[in-house]
């Protein structure tokens, strides 16, 4: 069956690089996504990969995809106080429903 | 442009009372998905319209849930009547394609008591 999996905390200084990880088990996985929620906030789109691509570079955001091994990463660079929140890894298999993980709570210590 | 956007934002209602949640898509957006994340739990599929059909609906929990997208522009989601096992964020998304990423609103918080 479909599921995600991700660590539930990551603590980093504010200007280090900060690097959550995501596992899925369903190979036929098209698309890749992470999700930013800021309290009380929504689920803000961050970035996506799609399945026959290795990396994406957007900014201070590097997604890196192994294929292989279902290993997902979003790596933030330069980490700032504004990117403390909770990030969310969710496969899409072409079905439209996707899978999310738990989520990863980001603490950025000033 | 506008984002997704849902109302009300927060819901307080008693267990067996009805409650009904809105989601309007980004405009041009044919398909329309529901989402909700119960008690801590992760975020779970519940439905996906494409304009006014339902196109999925193999996550909608029971028979207390209705969904709606009458015209093919906004949604409702209606619980009757609500149970406590209900509580928790109810999130609308949309994409412009069946093939495109989904966009987010900010979820209506529905506490059941």
């Known amino acids: 069956g479909e599921d995600v999996e991700q660590s539930l905390f990551l603590s980093v200084r504010e200007g280090d690089s900060s690097v959550i990880n995501c596992t899925y088990t369903d190979s036929s996985s098209t698309y890749l996504y992470w999700y930013k929620q800021e309290p009380g906030a929504g689920l803000q789109l961050l970035t996506y990969i799609f399945s026959n691509m290795d990396m994406k570079q957007d900014q201070r955001l590097t997604v890196l995809l192994n294929k292989k091994d279902k290993h997902l990463s979003l790596r933030i660079a330069d980490t700032q106080t504004g990117d403390s929140a909770i990030y969310f890894c969710a496969e899409d298999t072409g079905r439209r429903a996707l899978t999310f993980g738990s989520g990863t709570r980001l603490q950025v210590q000033p | 442009e506008a984002g997704v956007t849902q109302f009300p934002s927060h819901s307080v209602i008693e267990k067996g009372q009805t409650v009904t949640l809105r989601c309007d898509p980004i405009s041009g957006h044919d398909n329309l998905y529901w989402y909700r994340r119960v008690m801590g739990k992760e975020i779970k599929f519940l439905l996906h319209?494409?304009?006014?059909?339902?196109?999925?609906e193999s996550g909608m929990p029971n028979n207390r849930f209705l969904a709606e997208r009458t015209g093919g522009t906004y949604s409702t989601l209606k619980v009757q009547p609500a149970e406590l096992e209900d509580s928790g964020v109810y999130f609308c998304?949309?994409?412009?394609?069946?093939?495109?990423?989904?966009?987010f609103g900010n979820g209506t918080r529905l506490t059941v008591t």
């Open positions: 998304a949309s994409s412009q394609e069946s093939t495109s990423p989904l966009h």
């Open positions: 319209f494409v304009k006014e059909s339902k196109q999925d």
